[in-house]
């Protein structure tokens, strides 16, 4: 058999990037290795757990949170457990910090694997980073961590993503050729975001018309809606990362500008400067797309919500669905309520004021000798406006007598029956021998307690004025009820009450 002639320099060309990218999987078979066991006796999958870590802070650098630390990844661990491994609190905590020990060696080390190099034929190594230290909060004393440049390899290298991620995925990658200066590859990165967006666009343009043409349902209509809020969230996280790309790369511009004494350095500044005008083109249309996804997020959905509404009116009828399905089963009459109680009236409480109680009554003559029909007639606003001021200038002078009477006793509170004694020593009983004197006490009961703000007292025609001259000395109000019945007159008795006044000056 004839022996096929190759170039051996071609087989073992690269031999070193190969077995890097193939030692990114070696935390993952570490981790395999570990004997922890649940309270079941069963192998703890470290290897899954693992992958998953990794998942979460591919996740959490796609939703820019830049927080994640070792009981967060505890939480995610136990969440997506769902009680795979019977597991505490306490033993999640300690997978976590297993995993990402792993991944980021304690010693501050990054992992590393030797081996024989076939291309250069000398013993060589490699050395790779999955996770690195981001900021600490030294308060509660937690470091963050988020994923390094050869973790973001790993994860590419588990799944195909599609269209949709790729845009995300291409900032990530312009981010780190830009921290390392590889501007030329910056540029064609800036390329491929740029079709990215194209591609958002189109889909986002077939969405819209699938929205006018395939909504005939609440459950197409509810897919369509999470469809257009997961575009848009993404679209959303996507311009924040545009924003501080374009000031990583006016930072970048502005040190290469003051540090310019070589061609190289020339050649860098031509480039950067260019990156700078195209990535402000791209961003410009992905804000034209943002913008567009969120009129689909609003309008469009809006009208394809009341399409369907509009639909659903059209398209049923009463005697079909409700009158035949009742008499033509016929139905129990439980189950005969409840198909038509959505059509019923809501229910109706009817409430009245305790206020009403002390308003004017009608007083017919017993005898029906004569009869009166002025409870037929309303009140002008007029007269209901003077009825009105002349209540509320009564109370104004009870509330006078109140702040009299307190400031004679140097207190802050009073009762009824004081009060009462009060305006008798004062040849004050003209005011006790009319009904306005009882109705202002049971009305401050019965708002009682009263905060009391001189702005808001306009709006309060009835009790206006008694606030006014209550702010004076304080802004708080309370009137409680006591246990005593008093017989002020003849013709009025009333429940003896405490009022108390609290603020500016409780000394009165």
């Not at 889909?203 to 395939?214: P, T």
């Not at 540090?259 to 020339?266: A, Q, S, V, Y």
């Not at 209550?470 to 008093?486: C, P, R, T, W």
């Not at 009450?497 to 009165?508: A, I, P």
Request: charged share 35%; glycine share 2%.
């Amino acid at each position: 058999m004839e022996c096929v002639k190759i170039n051996i320099n071609n087989v073992v060309e690269n031999y070193h990037e190969r077995i890097q990218r193939l030692a990114l999987f070696d935390p993952l078979y570490t981790l395999n290795e570990k004997k922890l066991k649940d309270k079941s006796d069963n192998k703890v999958d470290f290897f899954s757990f693992g992958l998953l870590t990794l998942l979460f802070f591919f996740e959490n650098m796609l939703i820019r949170n830049k927080k994640v630390g070792v009981k967060d990844v505890a939480e995610y661990l136990q969440i997506v457990n769902e009680g795979q491994f019977d597991l505490e609190n306490e033993d999640f905590l300690k997978v976590a910090r297993t995993i990402i020990e792993t991944f980021r060696p304690p010693n501050g080390k990054r992992n590393f694997k030797t081996f024989y190099n076939y291309e250069t034929r000398k013993e060589d190594i490699v050395q790779y980073s999955i996770l690195k230290a981001d900021k600490a909060d030294l308060e509660t004393n937690t470091q963050y961590y988020t994923l390094d440049e050869q973790g973001l390899e790993l994860i590419f290298a588990t799944k195909e993503y599609f269209n949709e991620f790729q845009l995300s995925i291409n900032q990530l990658i312009l981010r780190k050729q830009l921290e390392k200066g590889e501007f030329v590859g910056a540029l064609r990165q800036i390329d491929e975001m740029n079709l990215d967006v194209k591609n958002l666009y189109d889909r986002i343009f077939r969405i819209k018309h699938e929205v006018n043409r395939n909504i005939v349902s609440s459950e197409t209509f509810e897919r369509y809606k999470n469809i257009i809020g997961d575009i848009n969230d993404r679209l959303t996280h996507e311009n924040e990362e545009f924003e501080e790309l374009r000031a990583f790369v006016k930072e970048t511009k502005e040190k290469i500008a003051n540090e310019m004494n070589k061609d190289e350095d020339k050649k860098a500044f031509e480039l950067i400067i260019k990156i700078d005008k195209e990535l402000d083109e791209v961003h410009y249309e992905h804000r034209k797309l943002l913008k567009e996804s969120i009129l689909l997020k609003t309008s469009a959905l809006q009208a394809a919500q009341e399409s369907l509404y509009y639909i659903g009116i059209n398209s049923f009828n009463f005697n079909q669905e409700i009158v035949s399905r009742i008499f033509s089963s016929p139905l129990p009459l439980n189950s005969t309520r409840r198909l038509v109680e959505p059509f019923l009236y809501l229910g109706r409480e009817k409430t009245w004021s305790p206020i009403s109680v002390f308003s004017k009554q009608r007083i017919e003559n017993t005898e029906r000798t004569e009869k009166s029909d002025e409870f037929l007639n309303v009140l002008s606003k007029e007269k209901l406006k003077e009825e009105i001021e002349l209540q509320s200038n009564k109370y104004k002078r009870v509330t006078e007598l109140i702040i009299l009477a307190l400031n004679h006793k140097k207190v802050n509170n009073i009762t009824i029956e004081e009060l009462v004694e009060f305006i008798r020593g004062n040849d004050e009983e003209d005011i006790i021998n009319e009904r306005p004197f009882y109705d202002f006490w049971i009305t401050l009961h019965q708002k009682s307690p009263i905060t009391i703000k001189i702005e808001d007292n306009d709006e309060e025609e009835l009790m206006g004025k008694s606030y006014d001259i209550f702010s004076a000395k304080g802004y708080k109000l309370y009137v409680e009820e006591l246990d005593n019945v008093l017989k002020v007159t003849k013709r009025f008795s009333i429940k003896n009450m405490f009022l108390k006044l609290e603020g500016k000056d409780d000394s009165v």
